[in-house]
């Protein structure tokens, strides 16, 4: 009997450790990012986004980036799809399913829209790149679809809560809500859709994409956060969705410096 106890107060001993309330927590990941920024391991803003804000982006390289983007905005929610099998929690699946749907097409359950990479075919066509072209990735860097491939790796091998906090990460425009304006970084540059209807000539039927995307991220954004705070509170799991966010953040970042180094600097 006093062997079963100890076994049993062994067992009690091996409860999780509480985390971070969910506010702090949540606030710790995004002062951790703010770290990123301040050792140069996040650029605020990215020589690309300047670049292409300041029209020193050649059409050619401009064609190089919407091909290799397209790869990643029509199989990155295979990632979503991972972490939505991945969790044990059906008020969660519920809800992240509605950003699921929302990126796969609210057509789907009768709404108006379309999946989201299907709007971003609509840039490319506007810049005359066939849509065999397109669909098929013939012309994807190879080393952008490992990036790409590496996220739904990621969420595949890893738990569903810290697919969900590397989301999170880099979901919308998260960052800005946590981050001072004067660290922004970005606040006189132009917007991605506004840089190709002025320097190329977009019209607005084909900039259908940054509007509904933005918006929809925002909301997707709180979504994840508010699962997060609900389901990551004990110190193990936090530990490892702010690995998972830190993973996220390198592989964003080594997506962008690709586009940059290959088709800026070395066009």
């Known amino acids: 009997m006093q062997v079963i106890d100890e076994v049993a107060g062994a067992q009690i001993d091996e409860t999780p450790e509480p985390g971070l309330p969910p506010d702090q927590f949540i606030a710790a990941i995004w002062q951790e990012r703010r770290r990123y920024v301040r050792e140069g391991r996040i650029k605020q803003p990215h020589p690309w986004q300047t670049a292409l804000s300041e029209g020193r982006v050649s059409r050619e390289a401009l064609l190089g980036y919407v091909k290799n983007r397209y790869y990643f905005l029509a199989n990155i929610n295979r990632k979503d799809a991972q972490i939505i099998a991945n969790c044990p929690f059906s008020d969660a699946r519920r809800r992240l399913m509605k950003k699921y749907i ?24 506007a810049l005359g790149i066939p849509r065999d072209v397109m669909k098929s990735y013939s012309e994807v860097l190879p080393v952008y679809k490992y990036t790409v491939d590496a996220v739904f790796n990621f969420a ?32 006189t540059l132009l917007k991605e859709g ?6 190329f000539g977009l019209p607005e039927e084909a900039l259908e994409f940054f509007y509904v995307h933005s918006d929809a991220n925002d909301e997707h954004g709180d979504i ?29 970042e080594a997506r962008t410096e690709i586009v940059y180094r290959y088709y800026v600097l070395q066009g």
């Not at 506004?194 to 320097?199: C, I, Q, R, S």
């Not at 990551?232 to 964003?252: G, I, M, P, S, Y």
Request: net charge negative; with cysteine; glycine share 8%.
């Open 102 to 125: 929302d990126e796969e097409g609210q057509d789907l359950m009768g709404g108006k829209l379309g999946p989201h990479y299907d709007m971003w075919l609509k840039v490319s066509d």
């Open 156 to 187: 595949k091998n890893n738990s569903w809560i810290e697919g969900l906090t590397a989301t999170y990460a880099t979901e919308g425009q998260m960052w800005r809500r946590y981050t001072p304006k004067s660290e922004h970084g970005d606040t």
């Open 194 to 199: 506004d840089a190709l209807k002025k320097y």
């Open 224 to 252: 994840c956060e508010d699962i997060i705070k609900e389901h990551c509170t004990t110190r193990e799991a936090q530990r490892k969705a702010l690995e998972a966010a830190r993973f996220r953040w390198d592989n964003h």
